[in-house]
């Protein structure tokens, strides 16, 4: 649905380019709406073919990056593509044969409205072309000017942080409720229902869901934990930031602030259903040392003290803890024999009084039941319980398991976990208020290092995992983008200077869709960086119809400054008009709410500021640029032949 949005302004650019210039044709040189068609085509054909096939270099390799990244640039770049190769057939057949057959022959005086805002354009197209007037004449100011707005490009990509993909408010938030180690199923129950009455209680909620017993990070029963699931009201009626889901969490967790008995966490869920449990990060410290329960657990808690020192982390914690209260219960194997009891019988009772014992299945209503067996909670509390369990020997004796077993207290793990083979105890938090994911995962790298040492080490997953396997992928794909644009438009123009002057629009781009997501606060997440390549064919677009005319002029004998300059003042209203068309489409994208609507500012704000900066600053400097490489081309020609011509 992106690529869809991106393509509606995409898509008018060729036919508005034909249009435009069939008017042109018909006003200047007075022919007819047929003839002004044909002459018109002639001219901007080539154009045409040229925008095509850059927007789909553009597109097209990036739909074959692997990873997560590459998934979401596949749908970009086939749905763009392919809405590309449409729109230039129909500007090259269609558009033209409407303007033969809709356009008018002489022209009318037009309403005052329009004929006001023709006059502001032509004064407006006079003081453009002094502007690139004046570069032309003076290159060294407009390179000068050119080389601080790279450096403030590497300055603001240094600014900006970076993320896989922006926090969204998708309607519903998790709480997560933790007791100290072996509390009872009654305390969780009790901490869980007044956080519950509390959550009903705010405006922005709609329903809560809770469960005790069920710890959410671990996908475990434990008696200590629970979870709520909240859901929001709808979207249109949280229209303040204070009832965004990304911003109740802190409130959430205020609530249980006041609990006493336990700690109440509050997650905004990931955007990307899967990726992770809770949103934020999630990894796993692994021992490779092959230590103790106890080591591991003192090198879990450093690292979670450290990582809780530093500004950019907020609620590190694990879920691995070596200190809850347990009982180790010893069979007497030797007493057991001697007293005709079978060991597995001993095995059976336990687990089906004090655990969970499967009998089978039953079907009832149409529906399959299963049987389980289990004492009731008030016959399974003390260890002196045991005493009430008997066993039957094979005299026929009933043996209470009191006597063939010894209950001892012990601390330890209630739950032990393995990643990459290691044992490893799972680490997860999140970025703090005005920071990114990208800093997060940094801090906790950095923390690693310093605390974990070399028999330990750090193993990402979920979306943290993703994030630092897709670094590098928007860079490459960029890179890769531009090389291709270069290579279409060397063979296009048959020559490899011309197309020097084409890409030097693509940095303004870059500068406005940074220089815009910074002035937001938005994030370099996976978004903008398609963003970013959309803008590599658009930028070039601009280009393509200042440098396409300037060699026709050439072509017709006219000089390189005059034909720099007139192709400029001739293709400024076109770039104008295609440009606003595009930045109108994706005005949506940057003011839009609800669900998903971080994800469209990402993109719609980097588009947006790419395209301005593309047509308010590019247009002044691309004429120069052309003048530059034509002029060096032309002197490097000059000397080949003088060298050819020389006796030898």
Not at 279 to 301: A, C, P
Not at 622 to 638: D, G, K
Request: proline share 4%.
């Amino acid at each position: 649905l992106f690529g869809m949005v991106l393509a509606i302004g995409i898509l008018v650019d060729d036919a508005i380019v034909v249009i435009e210039n069939v008017e042109r044709v018909m006003r200047t040189e007075h022919l007819n709406a047929r003839e002004a068609s044909i002459k018109a085509m002639e001219e901007v054909t080539g154009p045409i073919i040229a925008i095509v096939l850059v927007l789909c270099a553009v597109f097209v390799p990036v739909g074959f990056l692997g990873g997560l990244a590459g998934q979401m640039y596949k749908q970009f770049a086939i749905t763009i593509a392919v809405s590309v190769v449409i729109s230039g057939i129909v500007a090259l057949t269609l558009s033209p044969a409407l303007c033969a057959l809709l356009l008018k022959p002489g022209h009318h005086e037009p309403a005052a409205p329009f004929r006001a805002f023709n006059r502001f354009f032509e004064k407006a197209t006079e003081g453009y072309g002094a502007g690139v007037s004046f570069f032309l004449k003076r290159s060294l100011i407009g390179l000068l000017l050119f080389g601080g707005m790279i450096a403030l490009i590497m300055l603001l990509f240094a600014r900006v942080p970076g993320s896989l993909v922006p926090d969204e408010d998708q309607g519903y938030v998790i709480n997560a409720y933790y007791l100290p180690p072996a509390a009872s199923l009654n305390r969780t129950e009790a901490l869980s229902g007044a956080v519950t009455q509390q959550l009903m209680e705010h405006p922005a909620v709609q329903d809560v869901v809770t469960f005790a017993g069920f710890d959410v990070l671990t996908f475990g029963v434990r008696s200590n934990a629970g979870v709520s699931f909240v859901p929001l009201k709808d979207w249109s009626e949280r229209t303040t930031d204070e009832l965004d889901a990304r911003n109740l969490t802190r409130e959430f967790m205020g609530m249980g602030a006041a609990q006493k008995d336990g700690l109440v966490l509050s997650f905004n869920p990931p955007p990307i259903t899967g990726m992770s449990t809770t949103g934020g990060f999630e990894s796993y410290i692994q021992d490779r040392s092959g230590g103790s329960v106890e080591q591991l657990g003192e090198k879990v808690q450093a690292f979670v003290e450290a990582a809780s020192k530093r500004p950019e982390l907020a609620g590190v914690q694990s879920t691995f803890s070596a200190n809850v209260p347990q009982y180790y219960i010893d069979l007497d194997r030797t007493k057991t024999r001697a007293l005709g009891v079978s060991v597995s019988d001993v095995f059976t009772a336990m687990q089906a009084t004090f655990g969970s014992y499967y009998v089978n299945d039953f079907t009832l209503y149409g529906r399959t039941w299963q049987v389980s067996l289990q004492s009731e909670s008030e016959f399974r509390r003390k260890p002196e319980d045991l005493g009430q369990v008997y066993v039957r020997s094979s005299g026929g004796d009933l043996v209470p398991l009191s006597t063939l077993l010894r209950v001892r207290r012990i601390l330890g793990p209630d739950s032990y976990d393995r990643f990459n083979v290691y044992p490893s105890a799972k680490v997860l938090g999140g970025p703090a208020p005005g920071y990114s994911s990208g800093q997060a995962l940094a801090a906790m790298q950095e923390v690693a290092d310093e605390v974990l040492g070399e028999d330990y080490s750090l193993g990402w997953i979920g979306s943290a995992y993703q994030e630092l396997a897709t670094q590098g992928s928007g860079a490459q794909a960029f890179v890769f983008g531009l090389i291709l644009v270069f290579l279409i438009l060397a063979a296009q123009y048959e020559r490899w200077t011309l197309p020097l002057a084409v890409v030097t629009a693509v940095p303004f781009a870059v500068f406005g869709a940074i220089l815009a997501v910074w002035l937001r606060g938005i994030q370099n997440d996976v978004y903008f960086q398609v963003g970013l390549v959309t803008l590599i064919g658009l930028a070039a677009k601009n280009a393509i119809l200042i440098v396409e005319f300037a060699v026709m002029l050439r072509a017709e004998g006219k000089g390189i400054f005059d034909s720099a300059l007139e192709a400029a003042k001739l293709r400024f209203r076109p770039i104008v008009m295609t440009s606003l068309a595009f930045i109108l489409g994706c005005v949506p994208l940057a003011i839009s709410s609800g669900a998903g609507s971080a994800s469209r500012h990402s993109i719609g704000t980097g588009v947006i500021g790419g395209m301005l900066a593309a047509t308010l600053l590019a247009t002044f400097l691309i004429p120069m640029f052309y003048l530059l490489v034509e002029s060096a081309a032309q002197r490097v020609s000059r000397r080949g032949k003088t060298k050819e011509a020389e006796p030898h």
